[in-house]
């Protein structure tokens, strides 16, 4: 069964780990790799990446992505949605700690931020403007 729209934005707002995906040319299917998020119910669901990493250049170029998480318990549950890139800006120390703490506990995100500052390459922050969405609760099976 479809998720109403409050239910949909509620679980994406969720910290699942999502499924990106963009169009990666004619000859192959689209580029999908699992990313954090960011999401509230009603705004512009955001990642960050590399600035020269291949996802951030097709996303660039192609102009669009769609991000797709699920569950299984305590039903299986997804929620995907898909659109136009409203912008693209550089990627903050702030913006790396939010995303480290909606998924890390308080230990491991200190240390993900350690590792991030010394070994990660600029980042940029791409925000995702809802214009399509796919969704259902399938029960418990």
Do not use: C
């Amino acid at each position: 069964m479809a998720l109403s729209k409050d239910e949909r934005e509620q679980f994406l707002a969720e910290p699942h780990i999502a499924a990106l995906s963009v169009y990666a040319g004619d000859t192959r299917g689209p580029l999908t790799v699992p990313i954090w998020y960011q999401y509230g119910p009603g705004g512009e669901p955001w990642v960050l990446t590399g600035a020269g990493s291949r996802k951030a250049r097709l996303i660039e170029a192609t102009g669009f992505f769609s991000l797709m998480v699920e569950r299984l318990e305590p039903t299986t549950r997804y929620v995907a949605v898909d659109g136009a890139v409203s912008r693209i800006e550089p990627g903050t120390d702030a913006q790396m700690e939010e995303l480290a703490y909606r998924y890390l506990d308080d230990v491991a995100a200190q240390r993900y931020l350690e590792f991030a500052k010394a070994n990660f390459e600029d980042h940029v922050a791409i925000y995702l403007q809802p214009q399509h969405w796919v969704s259902a609760d399938m029960g418990s099976f």
